[in-house]
């Protein structure tokens, strides 16, 4: 984002400012609303949630259910709360994260760099890929994960994850390696720099926006999807969402819908996370990246 | 980077060998029992087995009645990395067999003798082709009303003994200002109910025509039409806000005594108790009315998955220790069903649970034990929804009852 | 020993060689994971697979019955309503906000993020939230009764009629910010030298965001369509978490409909050929698309 650039030349008088930030803090409150009534009703007794006002303030205080969803709450036979399943999503999350943006970044690289004969048509195959169904993935990919000896394993589940963020990953990068001028790299060409050399020494420092839109897009997708999780993984390796899943969805006895919203928030904390920490480079990465053609 | 991929790939199969190795003696259990009563219940086997020294291995996968869990064991079958016991109902056990899937125990059933204490309604969902498939852990009934015996009181209703005294109670309960039926509207829960209603409405044979051999004729029938007319009724009787709920605040509805009756199988129970409710007292258990000699029911079993040619040790130490008759009358205690063997004392159980049990014998005796097509133990998963779609569109107002009928016949024939 | 000519050769056709050799992993898993996958879901399709795949033949069979039944008709049509008003919805929306965010308002960083944080939280999180709030006995209604409007009526969760309306409200919260967030970067993008100049000439703001920059933002609106279609085509844990597919079967969607075939209705050859249509689908929408599109970039 250069200095100027949020200098818009369109000026606004005093009543339409007014009404603009009526409209933006009426949508803010949209935006926010469900959120808020997870975590009100997250720190409630469950007495005051089942007879009372879902957006009443909590009368009584209480975090145990945010301490039961993390440690204590039934998940399976044992109730270890969500604790474990946590550790099983990060170690399934980061590589399959890094391996999806590198590759991505890699054929992005090539697509725009190092053009070469029915280059946009492979780009082409690529993207459509994006599109595809995964009910329609799940039985052959189950069959070709335990031919690899990686059915049930976390490897295996960074396998599909990779695969199946490859389309985006390397759609994003290409938009952005578009505008990248292409005379720099041929002038390093001829003093003798290789494709890797090129790569790392040319492109990669000014990809830092590119790379958190990929990184943004793919962590959110991974750390939120549930039938790959539930399909492909073990029973030592189910990553948060499965957890979180069984936590809510079980069919008997009281619903404990405090502890229900305390560990749908703790499954939403890293991404949440993601968002605030990265989410100021999000549109500039956007405004370089996906939307320049 | 092509080396390095191919060096990763290998260290990561290495891996996942020896992660496979560190298994063998353990047990793998894919289940959905995850609230804490079941999961209390489980922890009984699962104590029971370390015991033995064979470790639990907990594959928990809620949702849908089993519907996730079922997804997920058809990718591990598929990848070959299959666990060793899957909870499992009806009709699907004997599919899986049929995929040559399971494992044969009848070495174990010979030695604990299950054929002579296992009804053998139960043991058609049990056994393929003569040979044992899967450890039977409790039989349910689903022709089951549960009453706020408070409400009942207050407005002079006695049990109803057939459906017009049902449905004059239903009257009677809308005129005093109380929802006469607590119920969620989810298509399972519309199909228990319609379960019970057309086994009143037609009695056993049109019961056994319509949904176990699947009878174009008995699917088409004025029977089939008036147990719809008569599901309409109940649904004049339900709160506005029925749709989507779950079946658990259904029957909170009528433990509060918001609502009168709620027509659920006997694992609404243990809500009732839950909420130190006494049976008898506080609220009443009692057959749908014109199915008192009916027992529909649905089985949870343990089918062992084929581990390479044999049933291994730990695959029959599991069987073992679920049909030990400690273990059935601990677990149904808990779990509101009754045990799948008929030999287990009723000392343990309640007012309900003894009813329960004592109805299940004797219908078992007497040819009236049928297999709840809700609950997939009349017809095949396809069947049963193509089934489930027209109860559930005509109890949301789709079709007329006539309608519902023709539909149900031309919905089936696709499923077939 | 090479003479320095040839090495060089050598070297050159290293460098050709080498982009290629970087691309192909990623291309062969593409080909076997996504296009053999097709491919067998095509064949499957064909084929009397039930609760595995099988391979018997049954030619069109499948289609047969699929078209026979009318749960297929109603999720095709609640996919055309849904896909339509959340696509239209959310960049109207996205737009919308986009441009009042880009009037150099205060406190912007502090909007943006509260826009886009709903895409951050998969539905299995939020689906409870949104339940609550759209049913009448615990949510808006109730609370509104409660706050004394008593006449106050919102239940169209409950209602067959309206339920998949509630689908795409859900939906438009969830991606609508995110849409946002590419227009302003599209409007971030363009060059105020010329609006400045344009104003000089009498245009007023409305002349200007009609005339000249909304007409540039082509490519945000042709990405936001790309994300937007992909969502809506794959919202399947937004209809299960929501309505669980009801009332009845009020807000049934394909993907509903294939996983509910394919998984727990053992008739995979059915829901195979639910897909097959669905793909056809994507790609009649998708390639004229992606033709256009990059042909122009070359």
Redesign the interface.
């Known amino acids: 984002m250069s200095a100027g650039s949020t200098d818009t030349a369109v000026r606004t008088g005093r009543i339409t400012r007014t009404a603009l930030y009526l409209v933006l803090l009426l949508f803010a409150l949209f935006y926010l609303l469900p959120f808020a009534i997870m975590v009100i009703n997250s720190v409630k007794p469950l007495s005051e949630i089942t007879g009372g006002n879902m957006m009443a303030l909590p009368q009584d205080w209480t975090f145990e259910p945010w301490v039961k969803a993390w440690a204590t709450a039934q998940i399976g036979v044992d109730p270890t709360g969500l604790k474990p399943y946590f550790w099983n999503s990060i170690k399934m999350v980061v590589p399959a994260v890094a391996i999806s943006t590198i590759l991505g970044a890699l054929n992005g690289y090539v697509l725009t760099k190092w053009r070469f004969k029915y280059d946009t048509l492979i780009f082409g195959f690529m993207l459509f890929a994006c599109f595809i169904p995964f009910q329609i993935v799940l039985i052959p990919m189950a069959r070709i994960l335990g031919l690899a000896g990686l059915a049930g394993s976390t490897p295996g589940l960074v396998l599909v994850h990779v695969v199946y963020g490859l389309g985006f990953t390397t759609l994003y990068f290409k938009n952005y390696y578009q505008v990248f001028p292409t005379e720099l790299v041929r002038a390093a060409q001829i003093d003798g720099a290789g494709f890797f050399r090129i790569f790392w020494r040319l492109l990669l420092p000014s990809s830092g926006p590119i790379i958190v839109v990929s990184v943004i897009w793919q962590f959110t997708n991974i750390w939120n999807d549930f039938l790959f999780g539930a399909s492909f993984a073990d029973f030592d390796s189910q990553p948060m969402t499965v957890a979180l899943n069984n936590l809510v969805q079980s069919s008997t006895g009281v619903k404990e819908y405090n502890v229900h919203f305390a560990g749908a928030i703790l499954a939403a904390l890293p991404t949440l996370l993601v968002y605030i920490v990265a989410g100021r480079y999000f549109v500039r990465g956007l405004m370089a990246g996906s939307v320049k053609g | 980077m092509r080396k390095f991929i191919l060096k990763t790939t290998t260290t990561l199969a290495a891996a996942a060998v020896s992660v496979s190795m560190a298994h063998a003696g353990d047990v793998e259990v894919l289940h959905w029992w995850t609230s804490g009563g079941e999961a209390a219940a489980l922890n009984v086997l699962k104590q029971d087995l370390e015991g033995q020294g064979t470790g639990w291995n907990d594959m928990p996968v809620a949702g849908g009645g089993g519907e996730s869990a079922m997804t997920v064991l058809r990718a591990r079958v598929t990848s070959g990395n299959p666990p060793t016991a899957v909870q499992m109902l009806g009709f699907d056990i004997l599919d899986w067999a049929k995929e040559d899937a399971l494992a044969d125990l009848n070495a174990v059933a010979v030695k604990e003798g299950w054929d002579d204490v296992i009804p053998e309604a139960l043991q058609a969902f049990a056994k393929h082709d003569g040979q044992w498939v899967s450890a039977p852990v409790n039989v349910h009934s689903t022709n089951w009303v549960w009453a706020n015996k408070a409400v009942l009181d207050a407005n002079g209703i006695a049990i109803p003994a057939n459906w017009e005294e049902f449905e004059a109670a239903l009257e009677t309960l809308a005129a005093a200002g109380v929802t006469p039926v607590a119920h969620g509207g989810q298509a399972w829960q519309d199909a228990t109910v319609f379960d019970a209603v057309a086994m009143s409405a037609g009695g056993p044979e049109f019961y056994k025509a319509a949904f176990i051999d699947l009878d174009e004729e008995a699917l088409g029938s004025d029977t089939m039409v008036e147990s719809f007319r008569r599901m309409e009724v109940i649904r004049g009787h339900v709160d506005d806000n029925f749709s989507g709920r779950d079946w658990n605040l259904a029957t909170a509805m009528v433990i509060n005594g918001e609502a009168g009756f709620q027509m659920m199988g006997d694992w609404a129970k243990g809500e009732f108790l839950n909420a130190g409710k006494v049976p008898g007292e506080d609220f009443l258990c009692f057959r749908f009315p014109g199915t008192e000699d009916q027992v529909t029911f649905n089985a949870d079993q343990f089918a062992m998955f084929d581990q390479g040619g044999k049933v291994s040790a730990e695959q029959a130490a599991l069987a073992t220790a679920i049909l030990s008759p400690s273990f059935q009358s601990a677990f149904n205690v808990v779990k509101g069903s009754v045990p799948a063997r008929t030999d287990v004392s009723d000392e343990a159980f309640d007012a309900c649970g003894k009813q329960g049990m004592k109805d299940l014998a004797a219908a078992a005796a007497s040819g009236n034990l049928y297999g709840s097509m809700a609950h997939g133990h009349a017809a095949p998963a396809a069947v049963k929804n193509a089934i489930y779609d027209v109860i559930t569109a005509h109890f949301n107002g789709e079709y007329d009852a006539a309608t519902a009928a023709l539909e149900l016949v031309d919905a089936v024939s696709i499923a077939k | 020993m090479a003479t320095p000519a040839a090495d060089a050769d050598f070297k050159t056709k290293l460098?050709?060689w080498?982009?290629?050799?970087?691309?192909s992993?990623?291309?062969a898993?593409?080909l076997?994971?996504?296009?053999?996958?097709?491919l067998?879901?095509v064949y499957l399709s064909f084929t009397d697979s039930?609760?595995?795949?099988s391979y018997g033949w049954v030619g069109f069979e499948n289609y047969d019955?699929l078209f026979?039944?009318?749960?297929w008709d109603i999720a095709v049509n609640n996919l055309i309503v849904f896909a339509a008003l959340y696509i239209i919805i959310c960049s109207v929306?996205g737009l919308?906000?986009a441009i009042?965010?880009?009037?150099?308002?205060r406190g912007e960083?502090v909007?943006?993020?509260?826009?886009?944080?709903?895409?951050?939280?998969?539905f299995?999180?939020?689906g409870?939230?949104?339940?609550?709030?759209l049913?009448?006995?615990?949510?808006l209604e109730?609370?509104m009764h409660?706050w004394g409007w008593e006449s106050f009526h919102f239940?169209w969760?409950?209602n067959?009629d309206y339920a998949i309306y509630t689908v795409v409200l859900a939906a438009v919260?969830q991606s609508s910010?995110f849409v946002m967030?590419?227009f302003?970067?599209?409007?971030?993008?363009i060059d105020?030298e010329m609006?400045?100049a344009a104003?000089m000439d009498g245009a007023t703001?409305f002349q200007?965001?009609r005339r000249i920059i909304i007409p540039q933002l082509r490519?945000?609106f042709?990405?936001a369509f790309?994300i937007l279609s992909?969502l809506a085509?794959?919202s399947?844990?937004l209809v299960v978490a929501l309505?669980?597919g009801?009332?009845?079967?009020?807000t049934e969607v394909p993907?509903t409909f294939?996983?509910?075939y394919?998984?727990?209705?053992?008739?995979?050859g059915i829901?195979?050929s639910s897909?097959v249509i669905?793909?056809m689908t994507?790609?009649a929408i998708?390639?004229p698309y992606?033709?256009s599109?990059?042909?122009?970039?070359?």
Not at chain 3, 18 to 23: A, G, R
Not at chain 3, 50 to 53: A, E, V
Not at chain 3, 262 to 268: A, K, L, V, Y
């Open positions: 460098q050709t080498v982009p290629k050799l970087v691309l992993p990623s291309l898993l593409m076997v994971f996504v296009y053999g996958f097709i067998f879901s039930r609760i595995l795949p019955k026979r039944l009318r749960h929306i919308m906000l009042f965010l880009d009037q150099k308002i960083s909007l943006r993020p509260i826009f886009l944080y709903p895409m951050a939280l998969s299995i999180v939020t409870t939230a949104w339940k609550w709030f049913d009448p006995g615990i949510g109730h609370t409660l239940d969760i409950k067959r919260w910010g967030a590419m302003l970067a599209g409007l971030r993008g105020n609006l400045k104003q703001n200007l965001y490519p945000a042709l990405s790309v992909h085509i794959k399947y844990d309505t669980g009801g009332p009845g079967r009020a993907a294939m996983y509910s394919t998984f727990t209705r053992n008739q995979m829901g195979a897909s669905m793909l994507i790609v998708m390639v992606l033709y599109e990059l042909r122009e970039k070359n």
